[in-house]
């Protein structure tokens, strides 16, 4: 009887449970639009479903573009913004686990505007007790960066036309049509409905065109 009880209730288990959401998001560092959605809808939707609920992909990169020329790019807000995507690239690189980039790359954005790119970064991984000089030597590597940074180009879609570019389970995420993201991933999980999808919000968020 047990053992029966036991089976039952692992077969039971099994059928609620269910894959995450796959969520991909393009962003770029000094794209208020990207920081707005990072820390206003994704960072707290995560925070409240979890990993069970959401697989997320970070990409920064957005709107730059890879040059011609040998280890040469251009992004939408200058030098700073390649500087920034870098650090974040690096953070995720080296902590893959989106509860520790996430936080880095919220913190970054809240603080982005009061003082040099380096030193919000400095300060947020001090603040999320990241290794900085890890993260920092990873940024001045040229090798290392630049790596990152075709990679970062290569996962961006090429149909993005703006961002921040939202990919859930392989279709677009529309800025311009959609204002829940937090009730959109409870819908679009097919498991049992975690106790916080009870509670929905709605939001605008602005965009940064690729022109």
């Known amino acids: 009887m047990k053992l029966t009880l036991a089976v039952s209730f692992a077969a039971a288990s099994m059928a609620r449970a269910a894959s995450p959401v796959n969520v991909l998001l393009c962003i770029e560092?000094?794209?208020p639009g990207c920081q707005q959605f990072t820390t206003d809808d994704?960072?707290?939707t995560y925070e409240a479903l979890g990993s069970d609920v959401m697989n997320v992909t970070v990409v920064p990169f957005g709107n730059a573009h890879l040059?011609?020329?040998p280890d040469s790019m251009?992004?939408?807000?200058g030098e700073d913004e390649c500087s920034g995507n870098s650090y974040e690239q690096c953070a995720i690189s080296l902590y893959p686990d989106p509860t520790d980039h996430l936080t880095f790359i919220g913190c970054f954005d809240k603080i982005s505007g009061a003082m040099a790119v380096d030193k919000?970064?400095?300060t947020c991984a001090t603040q999320q007790g990241l290794d900085w000089d890890g993260i920092s030597a990873c940024h001045d590597d040229?090798?290392?960066s630049w790596e990152l940074q075709q990679a970062a180009a290569a996962a961006t879609p090429s149909d993005h036309t703006y961002v921040p570019w939202v990919v859930?389970?392989?279709?677009q995420y529309d800025l311009d049509t959609e204002t829940d993201f937090f009730g959109y991933i409870c819908d679009a999980y097919t498991g049992d409905k975690p106790a916080a999808c009870s509670g929905k919000f709605a939001k605008k968020i602005a965009k940064c065109e690729n022109n």
């Open 120 to 122: 919000a970064f400095e």
């Open 67 to 69: 040059n011609d020329g």
């Open 142 to 144: 040229p090798d290392k």
């Open 74 to 77: 251009t992004c939408q807000h």
């Open 29 to 31: 560092a000094y794209c």
């Open 168 to 171: 859930i389970d392989g279709e």
């Open 42 to 44: 994704l960072i707290p």
